[in-house]
């Protein structure tokens, strides 16, 4: 199955050298090109995007506005986007990650991990390390903001969903819950994929989102 890859940034270079990277490997294809926001949520929608590299820093509409406008609707819930930037402040990841955006990278990244990151966000992974979980989210969360709807899904969890979404917010893979708890990696996943619609996440990046904004994890707290 080929992942359709929209690439959206105002640098028409930057997209020309992207896209001559992504063409020539096989699985992959560049679907379109947007120079802004606008164009990206338009592009993606006619062009069936399977996965969005979003610049943060458009003209007429960001990046992050347009990640906002992408997820929020019901016939895109399936595009994956990754967040592209030379600004990598703690506040705009975070804002581009509350968004919807399941990661994001610098601009400078290494071909070969660019390519990795669009075949693991094209598969539903996130491409927060668990570096990033513990020491970026947890240190611009430091005042969670509780959402009312995400502490009333919260509520529904049952406590091993609980404990799962803990672990995910920590940065651990299904394969490190599966040990932690002392379960099969598939059952592992059966977890986070339940806590995961339950929660209404797009992804784990959400997963750890709604972690820190109802209170679930707090910063500084250790995995135990």
Known sequence: MTIRVLLADDQALLRATFRMLIN?????????????????VALT??????VVLMDIRMPVVDGIQATHDITAADDLRDVKIIMLTTFETDELIIDALRAGA????????????????????????????????????GRVLAQPRV????????????????????LVAFGLSNDEIAERLVISPATAKTHVNRTMMKLNARDRAQLVIIAYETGLITPGRETG
């Open 45 to 50: 929608r006619s062009e069936r995007a399977d």
């Open 24 to 40: 020539s490997v096989p699985g992959m294809e560049v679907v379109g090109e947007a120079a802004n926001g606008r164009e990206a």
């Open 147 to 166: 959402v009312a709807r995400e502490l009333d899904a919260l509520a529904a969890l049952t406590p091993r969903e609980q404990e799962v979404l803990t």
């Open 102 to 137: 399941s990661g994001y990278l610098g601009k400078g990244v290494q071909p070969q991990n660019l390519l990795d990151a669009i075949r693991s966000v094209g598969a539903g992974d996130s491409l927060l390390s668990p570096a990033a979980t513990r020491a970026l989210i």
